[in-house]
DNA sequence: CAACATTGTTAGCCAAGGCTAAATTATTTG
DNA sequence: CAAATAATTTAGCCTTGGCTAACAATGTTG
């Protein structure tokens, strides 16, 4: 057996360079990254459905190629597996809908999404930047990150 | 053409639930995303190796696997790549080693992971919660936010 | 030092998420 | 309304990153 010593000095609060985590926590931490992974995308396509249909009154898999920079026939294929998922609904050469459960998703996303944008922009991040690092960050911030963001935010407006 | 009208109200600074952004900023957003992922379990695998040989003395395939909550045979499969892509050396079931490149790129890893872990920290979030984020954002976080979030960690301890 | 346990590798499978090229369906327009 | 254009789908390819099972090398220990 190596790594024999799993947890020496569990926690050092605030050093430069940690030691290593307890060998369980450390997997954990992999993954839950490797799970977000799964989910990710699939959300991220939800999410944009629900803007298309919010903003433009509907979503076309060729807006959703353009505005997401793949081919049509990536989306053509993702769109399967969203309907497999029971997330959207569609006929052939058609817009799309979201389901009940595609439209809750795509709420909760959007959601997440905003809190995460703007506690970025209210940090003081550049627009620009702000959108794109919020795009990869959103589907990696716990509930309880997310809820002290939203306080953080909600607490400098109020200055 | 569908979506015609690619940027209604570019930027309303902080409202809950902004317009689509034009198409093409829209894009870039997903293919930064989309790129980080290439590289990202790269990295981890880089950082982790690093983090072993700092804190054991050596980096094992045996526990790498362990670590990051994969089969060994995934590691030996990754460690081929990481080969390939001269990030490590290895000799046939001995200890792993980094490179000169391998260690410049595990060490930008960690200092970044280490910011962001330690931002996430002063913010409030509690530590397993914490190493959990940091692990998952750490790759999806730009440069400026980088320096702004150290630069706000920096200014809480100095209270 | 032989047997057993641990560690590492290889082969072969799978799903996801990209791509291009070709075929099909809708839509627009002369 | 026929022809041209645009949108969608399908087929088939590729790489990544997982897995299990079988085999090979190394290390440990009675």
Chains 1, 2 share one sequence.
């Not at 450390?26 to 839950?32: F, K």
């Not at 905003?114 to 911030?141: Q, S, Y």
């Amino acid at each position: 057996m190596t790594d024999s010593n799993p947890n020496a000095s569990p926690s050092a609060p605030s050093m430069p360079s940690d030691a290593l985590p307890p060998v369980e926590q450390h997997a954990q931490q992999y993954a839950t990254v490797r799970n977000a992974h799964e989910t990710e995308l699939i959300e991220d396509y939800v999410e944009l459905i629900g803007d298309l249909l919010t903003h433009r009154g509907e979503a076309r898999a060729a807006d959703i190629a353009n505005r997401m920079g793949v081919s049509q026939a990536t989306v053509s294929k993702m769109i399967r597996r969203l309907n497999e998922l029971e997330l959207v609904t569609s006929k052939p050469y058609r817009s799309l809908f979201l389901t009940a459960a595609g439209q809750e998703m795509a709420e909760t996303s959007r959601a997440r999404h905003d809190v995460v944008l703007n506690f970025l922009r209210t940090l003081g991040v550049r627009d620009a930047t702000a959108r794109i690092d919020a795009e990869g960050m959103e589907h990696h911030v716990s509930d309880e990150t997310l809820a002290i963001m939203q306080r953080f935010t909600e607490q400098q407006e109020r200055r």
